[in-house]
């Protein structure tokens, strides 16, 4: 079974150019998440989908961060326009949904897009 | 807000030797927490999850316990092994949501041959 696919898997830019991160999630899989991990961090939730509907997007900076899961299954990252700061690792994960109130599922996670803005 | 502390940020050991890996958490009530394994340049994988009933759980050489109350939790290694390396996160559902987890800065462990 294919595990969570990301793409690319590095991405060099200039500060002030546009990004995107793209992310395949899990056959089956209805909640995706993206997540930025800053070097020697743990990886801070960026957006949350169940299915096409963003439930949880607060962290995510939307003067320059945008997100869509256009039909539930694939998801695209943009950032427009990068800065210096947006370097890091963006990881997408996936999850089965959570049949009970309380409960946390297994996410599965893609291997990431490092990015670096010069 | 929950937050989520793991010391120490590095560690370095020989091989077959047993190590324990710390884990502490500010708001004590949580649902489960995790315990992740990262390898260089590759995606999280899910070790253990731990649920706020249980007190502990255990995968081949690895064992994961929880104090709730005391806002702790160890994962412990037995007979570690060079292929052990890489950097250990334990992450628990921020508070209010089950689905958000928050993370530590993860525990980089290296197994010398």
Do not use: M
Request: proline residues 6%.
């Amino acid at each position: 079974e294919a595990g969570v696919v990301q793409s690319p898997r590095y991405k060099i830019i200039e500060k002030k150019q546009p990004v995107a991160f793209w992310c395949n999630p899990i056959s089956g899989h209805n909640t995706l998440y993206w997540y930025r991990q800053n070097l020697g961090q743990g990886p801070e939730l960026l957006i949350r989908y169940e299915n096409e509907e963003a439930v949880d997007d607060s962290q995510l900076p939307k003067d320059r961060f945008s997100a869509e899961r256009l039909k539930g299954v694939d998801s695209t990252l943009k950032i427009q326009p990068a800065e210096l700061g947006d370097s890091a690792v963006y990881l997408c994960a996936s999850s089965l949904e959570v049949p009970r109130a309380g409960d946390t599922d297994t996410q599965y996670f893609g291997p990431g897009t490092r990015l670096t803005v010069l | 807000k929950q937050e989520v502390t793991q010391i120490p940020a590095a560690l370095s050991v020989p091989e077959g030797e047993n190590l324990v890996l710390n884990c502490s958490f500010t708001d004590s009530a949580i649902y489960n927490l995790q315990w992740f394994r990262q390898d260089p340049g590759k995606g999280l994988t899910s070790l253990l999850l731990i649920q706020s009933s249980q007190r502990e759980q255990t995968s081949g050489r690895l064992n994961a316990s929880l104090d709730k109350s005391s806002g702790r939790s160890t994962l412990y290694i037995a007979a570690s092994q060079p292929g052990d390396s890489a950097t250990y996160l334990c992450a628990v559902p921020s508070s209010g949501s089950a689905r958000q987890l928050t993370f530590g800065s993860g525990t980089q462990l290296t197994v010398l041959p």
